[in-house]
């Protein structure tokens, strides 16, 4: 399959997303606006959205945004909102086309940064991402939201 095969055929368990989380308006306003943006784009006007929030930590070892490399989610659009960074250098993102063309390579670098993908027409990938003071915390945190057509 050309899905994202690192870890195909194992469940991956999140814990619930909070009460506080799920009901802020920002939130809201954020899923409804790429929702009706990726209507446009394509003419769906029902969504499954489906919310991970991810946080990457590097050390003595790199961070792995994206171990498997350049992979598509399975999913109509993909997005990346960039919650925060702290103390890292790297975590740049890549799209290509199906074809292996590089379209953009950007990095996420202030909290609300966002980049949005059409799953089925490109390819992604992030670069692992290092501390800049190996003696302090270092991670990276981003929501990813993908959105399925029903």
């Not at 990457?56 to 070892?61: D, M, P, S, V």
């Not at 990346?80 to 074809?99: A, F, K, P, Q």
């Not at 909290?111 to 993908?117: A, I």
């Amino acid at each position: 399959s050309h899905i994202n095969a690192l870890n195909g055929g194992v469940d991956r368990l999140f814990e619930p997303l909070t009460g506080a989380f799920v009901n802020d308006p920002l939130l809201h306003e954020l899923l409804v606006t790429l929702g009706r943006t990726f209507s446009a784009v394509d003419g769906t006007q029902r969504w499954n959205i489906k919310l991970h929030p991810y946080r990457i930590t590097a050390g003595a070892e790199a961070g792995q945004p994206a171990p498997e490399g350049r992979h598509r989610d399975g999913v109509t659009f993909i997005t990346s909102l960039l919650i925060n960074r702290l103390n890292v250098t790297g975590g740049e993102s890549s799209v290509y086309s199906n074809d292996g063309e590089h379209l953009l390579t950007t990095t996420l670098a202030e909290p609300g940064d966002l980049l949005l993908g059409d799953d089925q027409r490109t390819l992604h990938s992030v670069t692992p991402i290092h501390p800049l003071d190996s003696g302090a915390p270092a991670h990276r945190d981003v929501l990813v939201i993908a959105y399925t057509a029903r």
